[in-house]
């Protein structure tokens, strides 16, 4: 017998069963053989919340979340976000290697070229109310997308694929500039081809009347690096979405807006969002004490802190840490950063904390470096999934050609009633009474 094999004895019937285990996993469906009677389905897991099962095979990204270790295709992300645009970072993803330098340029003239709305599109969000959040109105545009673009039912033509993926990496940070100045009812403006991904979308963003937008390098870069950090992160929720909406072969557009809204959700990319509500709720270092009490009495969350897969410091919050003071020195100081960085230093000797091994995550810092780049907290969910965009579809891409998967289905344990005898609505009454 091969050692790497799991013997399972089931006392049910006295039977083992010897189930190969590859790569530190068994296969559920292995679990099947596993009956107490011929007529039984066979053994399955429990597994709520995907606590311990692996759904793919991925070759994107590497997370070890006890030594706080985050790699794309290999590549630490400390050295990925020292060295890289984030354009970079997205061919990385998407094809497996860093690009050479003509790969480079090819490929930043093509996401380039994709970056304009039809101006449907355009209409289509001015038709939103003034106060919509701008995580809906991504959401719903991504979906719309979709109608202008019918060709991208044809997901296994992989030419077509990469033509969707290069208009949706293009056109993200468009629609995500024209919800911003949707909110404050300024004008939309134009990409400007001349300008780098973060240079235009800040132009998008943030142009007036001056005939050419100048970003400051300073923000530009930092936004680039926000973006590398946030550009994949294996099977979260929203990845996990675009997969399992994917599976369905629904086109790309509307498997990234079902992607984006699981990302909208506070627990996951509108934590970053939380943080700054929660850091306002705090008011003051002085009153940090008492909102720690307040936590551990279990009234509330320290948003921006623990995570389901790193149990230490998440990586990607030690560089943000240090992209802020980049950022503070252009920008002035953010007050709230005085709040969190109190926060952080109760928290992080706190038994509570230590013992639970909760550590700041990404969105701990990034919602201060926003506001002080002068974004709004309804913002800033939408930063997170123009990156995020990238990761989604390079996952998408590996779901569409890994030739085991299939539509996404997971089971149930039924708890519900046995099959019950149908009462006619007349007699409802009188019979319902009979049961009371
Ligand atoms: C991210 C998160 C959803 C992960 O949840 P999870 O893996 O299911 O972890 P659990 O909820 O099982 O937490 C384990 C324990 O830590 C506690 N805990 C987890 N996150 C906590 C937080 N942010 N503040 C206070 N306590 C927290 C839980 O109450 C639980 O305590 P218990 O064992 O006494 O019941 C969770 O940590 C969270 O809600 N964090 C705040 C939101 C956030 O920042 N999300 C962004 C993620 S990038």
Not at 143 to 163: F, G, K
Not at 274 to 297: C, H, Q, R, T, W
Not at 330 to 335: A, H, L
Request: with cysteine.
């Amino acid at each position: 017998m091969s050692s790497n094999t799991l013997t399972i004895t089931d006392n049910r019937t006295a039977k083992s069963y010897d189930l190969a285990i590859e790569n530190g996993t068994i296969r559920a469906t292995d679990l099947r053989k596993i009956k107490a009677g011929s007529e039984d389905f066979g053994l399955m897991t429990y597994d709520p919340a995907f606590m311990n099962t692996a759904s793919c095979h991925s070759s994107i990204t590497y997370i070890d979340g006890d030594r706080g270790i985050l790699r794309y295709r290999g590549y630490p992300i400390e050295v990925l976000a020292e060295h890289c645009s984030f354009l970079e970072v997205a061919y990385l993803l998407l094809f497996g290697e860093l690009p050479d330098p003509d790969e480079l340029k090819n490929w930043v003239g093509e996401i380039t070229h994709h970056t304009m709305l039809h101006e449907t599109t355009k209409k289509l969000m001015e038709g939103f109310l003034h106060d919509a959040h701008p995580m809906g109105m991504l959401v719903s545009t991504v979906a719309a997308l979709s109608t202008v673009y019918p060709d991208a039912r044809e997901i296994r033509d992989p030419a077509n694929r990469l033509l969707q993926i290069k208009r949706l990496i293009g056109k993200v940070p468009s629609i995500a500039a024209m919800s911003y100045r949707h909110s404050l009812g300024f004008p939309y403006v134009y990409p400007d081809n001349d300008l780098s991904y973060p240079e235009n979308f800040m132009n998008m963003l943030w142009r007036m009347v001056e005939p050419k937008y100048v970003a400051n390098p300073v923000l530009a870069r930092a936004l680039d690096i926000l973006f590398i950090l946030h550009a994949d992160h294996e099977q979260n929720c929203s990845t996990s979405a675009m997969r399992s909406v994917g599976s369905a072969h629904t086109d790309p557009f509307l498997s990234t807006a079902a992607a984006a809204a699981a990302l909208s959700g506070p627990l996951h990319g509108g934590a970053n969002e939380a943080v700054l509500i929660m850091l306002d709720e705090i008011g003051s270092k002085a009153n940090v004490p008492a909102y720690i009490k307040k936590v551990k009495e279990g009234h509330v969350k320290l948003m921006g802190f623990g995570h389901r897969v790193y149990k230490n410091y998440d990586p990607r919050a030690k560089i943000i840490k240090s992209v802020s003071e980049k950022v503070f020195a252009v920008t002035g100081g953010n007050p709230k950063l005085d709040i969190a960085l109190e926060l952080e230093r109760i928290a992080l000797q706190d038994e509570y904390f230590v013992t639970r091994k909760l550590y700041p995550n990404v969105d701990f810092y990034s919602g201060i470096i926003y506001q002080a780049m002068g974004f709004r907290p309804e913002m800033f969910t939408v930063l997170f999934a123009i990156p995020r965009t990238a990761g989604w579809l390079a996952q998408w891409q590996e779901m569409v050609t890994d030739p085991e998967q299939k539509i996404a289905r997971p089971r149930q344990i039924y708890t519900g009633c046995d099959v019950r005898e149908f009462v006619p609505l007349e007699k409802r009454a009188a019979a319902l009474a009979a049961t009371r």
